[in-house]
């Protein structure tokens, strides 16, 4: 579920939660705020405070955003992975937003059926002597229980919206979420079950040459407490584990 364009992502952050698209040209974005969004992302919490108290209608502000490398110097914060503004607003989404319900937009005159999707992003976390991290986008229909992998990828192309379009109406799964949550759980096992396992093989050694060398290093000493401490800091380092963590998901009604 890589973010591939910032400005895009950015746009439907904003007028997801109600904020006015007041410019958007060349790689710099004017966002009207919300009262809320200026409380979730402008840290001005003592004005709100004030404006509530006092029983007077406060004045959101206006912000602006630049994904365009060279219009970095101009007035707005210069939004890149890892800026400050962007992990505030991934943050955001994270506390308040993990799972959605989405429908496609779609514009009809006639009865069209959506078909419900459950959609997960999980993070699979390889530790050992190197680590990585990989993210897995998995839909399920849970109709015909289809499954898609690299969903986010595919949901790009589609319009999406938080309420359902006119003469639309949605199909009842047959899949409880329960039941479609071990689905999907089951196809990250195999995933996992079926991927290269050299990594684990070369934590393990590198594992066992660093006891061998705290062993000999207190060879002539009794156990004691630092020396315990320092092999289980290795086993924590080396030892080789793989853990999952759904980021976040939701249900997207589809047409077929």
Request: aromatic share 10%; glycine share 4%.
């Amino acid at each position: 579920m890589a973010i591939t364009n910032l400005n895009h992502f950015l746009q439907n952050y904003f007028i997801a939660h109600s904020c006015e698209i007041l410019d958007n040209r060349d790689g710099i974005l004017t966002i009207q705020l919300t009262e809320e969004m200026d409380l979730a992302l402008m840290n001005r919490p003592f004005y709100w405070h004030y404006v509530k108290k006092m029983g007077n209608t406060g004045q959101p502000f206006q912000l602006t955003l630049i994904t365009n490398p060279e219009k970095r110097t101009e007035k707005g914060d210069w939004i890149h992975f890892g800026s400050p503004r962007l992990q505030q607003i991934m943050n955001h989404l994270q506390e308040n937003e993990r799972f959605t319900k989405l429908f496609q937009t779609i514009d009809t005159s006639k009865n069209t059926p959506l078909y419900p999707w459950l959609v997960l992003n999980i993070k699979i976390s390889y530790r050992g002597k190197q680590k990585k991290d990989d993210v897995l986008s998995i839909g399920l229909q849970l109709v015909n229980g289809k499954m898609r992998l690299d969903m986010m990828n595919y949901l790009e192309s589609i319009p999406l919206q938080s309420m359902i379009s006119d003469y639309c109406f949605t199909i009842s799964p047959l899949i409880k979420l329960k039941s479609g949550y071990l689905r999907i759980e089951s196809l990250v096992l195999n995933y996992l079950e079926d991927q290269p396992k050299d990594w684990a093989k070369e934590s393990i050694i590198a594992l066992n040459e660093e006891l061998e060398t705290l062993d000999h290093f207190y060879e002539e000493l009794e156990e004691n407490e630092q020396m315990e401490k320092e092999r289980n800091e290795i086993k924590e380092r080396y030892k080789p584990n793989i853990t999952c963590h759904v980021i976040n998901g939701g249900i997207f009604y589809l047409s077929e």
